[in-house]
């Protein structure tokens, strides 16, 4: 793919393209994409088996730890006919621990297969792979950056329980600032008219002041809250995510932060309503009490599961599929 822009719009094409950051979708592609997950669903659910990337194969490469993101792609992929090639621990299996470069990692997984997942600590990392490869590169998660892949499921889950991903009143809660599952989400939701975005954290842990600017500017409200009794009784979805604690710079400031806005039962009742649903990209840790767990209004495992189906539809697009 040289001389293109790494982060090439989709506008309603995902072949070939990497897939790096929200900022490359637009509303319709995001149609295209949920409409070919139903397909994919129901194909699953009528046990009719599906093949769509048979002879690929796909390199799954993670240099931060993983359990939903690496198994559901890895499972995504053979569930429609691709095979993979994978290391979950790159930094300490791959050549990356003999001094290899970035991109010569990258020159190596292109001579074997047909495209890369890749995970890794550091901002920008994937979009500077994606910058050497001549072949799709997705981004499963650049440190404190973007999460592309988990918004697509989040949306999608969202929609599936809503039917529109406009009009909408979200609460975030958690680490704004590090989190890069809240940081796509927030701009996601940005591509839909009268959205209204709460975002509950301690003081320290508010989303940068750049995203909420560019937030802003596509017309999505945004409103920052540092206590629970701000939290609107009409949201549509309560969408938590753990302290992210590796990415402080010192431990103090995270355990500081740790445990201070919890979902429990006490809270839904006291803030939520019916209709709401409560997500979560997981892993928990203790963001969510293991109680709500059985209150109909959880969606955080439903949303886990969708992610498998998302990403087999969007892994067929890349290859030019469209079932
Ligand atoms: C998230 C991630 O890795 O950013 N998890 C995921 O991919 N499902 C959230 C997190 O680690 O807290």
């Known amino acids: 793919m040289p001389k293109k822009p790494v982060e090439e719009k989709i506008a309603g094409n995902f072949t070939h393209k990497h897939i790096l950051s929200l900022d490359q979708f637009d509303t ?6 949920f409409k070919t997950t139903e397909k994919i669903i129901q194909r699953i659910n009528q046990n009719k088996p599906l093949d769509t990337l048979a002879g690929k194969i796909i390199s799954l490469l993670f240099f931060e730890p993983s359990s939903r993101t690496f198994s559901s792609f890895s499972s995504a992929a053979k569930k429609i006919g691709a095979q993979t090639v994978e290391y979950q621990n790159m930094t300490q299996t791959s050549s990356v621990v003999k001094g290899e470069s970035l991109e010569d990692t990258v020159h190596t997984f292109e001579s074997y297969s047909d495209m890369v997942i890749m995970r890794h600590p550091e901002i920008g990392s994937v979009n500077r792979a994606a910058s050497v490869s001549s072949i799709p590169v997705i981004n499963a998660g650049d440190g404190g950056g973007e999460h592309p892949t988990q918004t697509l499921l989040d949306l999608f889950t969202i929609y599936k329980k809503f039917y529109r991903l406009d009009n909408l ?8 600032l590090h989190s890069r599952t809240i940081r796509s989400l927030a701009k996601g939701l940005s591509l839909y008219k009268k959205n209204i975005l709460y975002f509950l954290s301690p003081k320290e842990l508010r989303l940068s002041s750049e995203l909420v600017t560019e937030i802003r500017s596509t017309g999505t409200k945004v409103v920052e809250i540092h206590d629970e009794k701000d939290i609107p009784a009409t949201a549509h979805f309560w969408y938590w995510n753990r302290i992210q604690k590796e990415r402080f710079k010192n431990k103090a400031d995270a355990d ?5 806005f919890i979902v429990t039962l006490k809270l839904l009742q006291k803030k939520g309503n019916k209709h709401m649903i409560i997500m979560d990209p997981l892993p928990r840790v203790d963001e969510i009490a ?3 767990d059985h209150d109909p209004r959880a969606m955080y495992f439903a949303q886990m599961k969708n992610g498998w189906y998302v990403r087999m539809a969007l892994l067929s697009l890349i290859f030019g599929e469209k079932l």
């Open 290 to 292: 293991v109680e709500v």
């Open 256 to 260: 500081r932060a740790a445990g201070k």
């Open 28 to 33: 319709k592609s995001l149609d295209i994409l």
């Open 169 to 176: 009143t979200g609460v975030m809660g958690g680490d704004p």
